[in-house]
């Protein structure tokens, strides 16, 4: 799936296509087709990209007080092969959630995670679910997906 960086690069390259038409200038030309083939390319390599990850969420404690300190802990393993810089976005309620990047993991390594929940107010607190984003160096192409066996988890604040 093309980012909003990916489709105007696309529609630049479009638009320098068409006046290199229009003008008759080859250097336009050359611009135009290197932006469309880097945007096919960042695509091509985003969707076929294999990626196979377990994560894994505790949440430390389940039932706490307001003002008391708790946190999310994840184990992320990469189950394939080598795995391209990931990003994961676990929406927490009334804020923005936690957007935690990782570099690269070799084949069946693991590494640990944690943020910080919010405990400033009473009531439940419902964390995920969980999305994996995977994304070009450039910015242009980009997937998600949802790991399995990670529901929407909650936190009990008294």
Known sequence: MLTRNG?????????FVLVARLLAIWELYVVGLAALALVIVATLSVGLSRLKVNVSRQVHPVRLHARQPARVDMRIRSLGRRSPVLRLRDPVAGTNGADISLGPLSAN???????????DHRGVLRIGPMTVEVADPFGLAE????????????????
């Open 7 to 15: 489709w105007l690069l696309a529609a630049l390259g479009a638009v």
């Open 143 to 158: 997937s998600r997906l949802k790991p399995p066996l990670l529901p929407t988890s909650q936190c009990f604040r008294n």
């Open 109 to 119: 390594q693991s590494v640990a995670a944690a943020y910080r929940l919010p405990t």
